[in-house]
């Protein structure tokens, strides 16, 4: 079963409207063996729920997605650790990018580049674009990470939310072969998605089993990679004179 979550941003709804944060999850069956090799007399779903729940519980990582959602491509880029900080970039189409930050579970900050508050301000008025412009360019726009857009600009910096749209226990996972992923002894384990697509989980098979790539192909293709773990996150409040001003 595929799961896919969207991420929309305050300012506008225009900007970063189709963040997937989903994918195919595996799960046993009644004909899964129980092979020897990595994991020996683990079946592939016990494999995958074995490396959700270590990559869950994560003290910190980066994650690179590369989706594409009707049509559209989106690509982020964003480190993140269990003490709620997060920074990193999405970008939307071609070029409109967004930067996020957090660096603690208070407040949460955004910035736009010259593309993204484009993209935001089609339809206005001259007069209204020039104000986004002249106001937001190459400012933060801070807001309380309680509030919902905040919540949602945020999803894809926190594991357990990453991965919740994956399925525990669900039938039809292949266990394939080894092979790397940056670097890492990693074992591919697959499913197809019943609509003639497939998704592949790379877990490490030395080490703690974490996630080191997920990929789906199909009509909506997706490719996660997940990296830097337990690597400190950079993540520093802005300087107030960088805050935009909104009021």
């Known amino acids: 079963m595929r799961a896919h979550t969207r991420t929309s941003f305050a300012v506008t709804a225009l ?3 189709a ?17 020897a ?38 690509r982020a880029y964003v480190s993140f650790d269990s003490t709620g900080k997060c920074a990193g970039t999405l970008t939307t189409g071609t070029a409109a990018t967004t ?15 010259e593309a993204s508050l484009n993209e935001q301000a089609k339809g206005e008025s001259p007069e209204v674009r020039e104000a986004m412009l002249k106001t937001l360019k190459g400012r933060w ?18 594991a357990k939310t990453l991965l919740g ?7 039809g996972i292949v266990r394939g072969g ?26 490490a098979t030395e080490g703690t089993p974490y996630v080191l790539r997920i990929v789906t192909k199909g009509t909506e293709p997706e490719t996660i ?3 830097q773990y337990g690597k400190p996150v950079a993540a520093k409040a802005p300087a107030a004179k960088d805050i935009a001003d909104l009021d």
């Open 178 to 203: 080894e092979t790397t992923v940056g670097g890492r002894k990693a074992l591919t384990l697959t499913e197809p998605d019943g609509d003639g697509g497939t998704s592949t989980v790379y877990v």
């Open 99 to 113: 930067e996020l930050l957090r660096v603690d579970r208070k407040n949460v900050y955004m910035r736009f580049d």
């Open 19 to 35: 963040v997937a944060a989903g994918a195919t999850a595996c799960g046993p069956s009644s004909e899964d063996a129980k092979p």
């Open 37 to 74: 090799g990595p994991f020996a007399g683990l079946t592939g779903s016990e494999i995958v729920d074995k490396a959700f729940a270590a990559t869950a519980a994560a003290k910190s990582l980066t994650v690179d997605v590369d989706t594409t959602s009707e049509g559209e491509r989106t």
């Open 225 to 227: 990679t997940f990296t």
């Open 141 to 158: 726009v801070e807001m309380a990470a309680s509030e919902p857009e905040a919540k949602d600009a945020m999803e894809m910096c926190d």
């Open 165 to 171: 749209g994956f399925e525990q226990g669900a039938s």
């Open 15 to 17: 900007l970063c409207a």
